[in-house]
């Protein structure tokens, strides 16, 4: 499905109903209408976790989990599907150990990381409010950690983008 608006039928398209019967001017064609799609959310947004809207709050949580990732061997940098990307190893053998995803398919910022066998299930039964299974990647055993829930506990997420780097950089 486009990930952009439907665009307005062509102006010089007919029009069934614009004009009169004796081929008057046209009216203006119908102005674009929204793709229908609709964020799927299943999880609470920022509000119904309390967290503060304070201007510089996402942008200090993703410079603080970069400061994490850059701080791990042989670590890069790069969007990838829209939103950055941390990568272990060099070249063609690099591989993304943690991709941010700021709003991502919901109102959620959260980051999302391989995990160790058993940890994703493991984390999200502990704490549905801070961990999730994130699309596309959450059967590989990947786990999504929200950043948006106060306080965020960074010495854990240090933990889990670790072992996430280890992982992938095996």
Not at 48 to 72: F, I, K, Q, Y
Request: proline share 11%; hydrophobic share 40%; aromatic share 8%.
């Amino acid at each position: 499905m486009p990930r952009h608006p439907r665009t307005a039928p062509s102006a010089t398209a007919p029009s069934a109903t614009a004009g009169s019967a004796a081929g008057g001017p046209s009216a203006a064609p119908p102005p674009a209408q929204p793709s229908p799609r609709k964020a799927h959310t299943t999880h609470a947004t920022h509000a119904d976790h309390g967290t503060a809207n304070a201007p510089g709050a996402s942008e200090a949580a993703v410079e603080r989990l970069r400061a994490l990732c850059l701080a791990l061997p042989e670590v890069s940098e790069r969007v990838s599907h829209g939103e950055p990307t941390w990568f272990a190893g060099a070249g063609r053998r690099a591989r993304v150990f943690v991709m941010l995803a700021d709003h991502h398919h919901d109102d959620r910022l959260a980051f999302w990381c391989p995990a160790p066998a058993g940890a994703q299930e493991f984390l999200i039964a502990e704490d549905r409010d801070r961990f999730f299974r994130p699309p596309y990647v959450g059967h590989r055993g990947w786990v999504g950690v929200y950043l948006d829930v106060p306080p965020v506990d960074w010495a854990r997420v240090q933990d889990l983008v670790a072992d996430a780097h280890a992982l992938v950089a095996g």
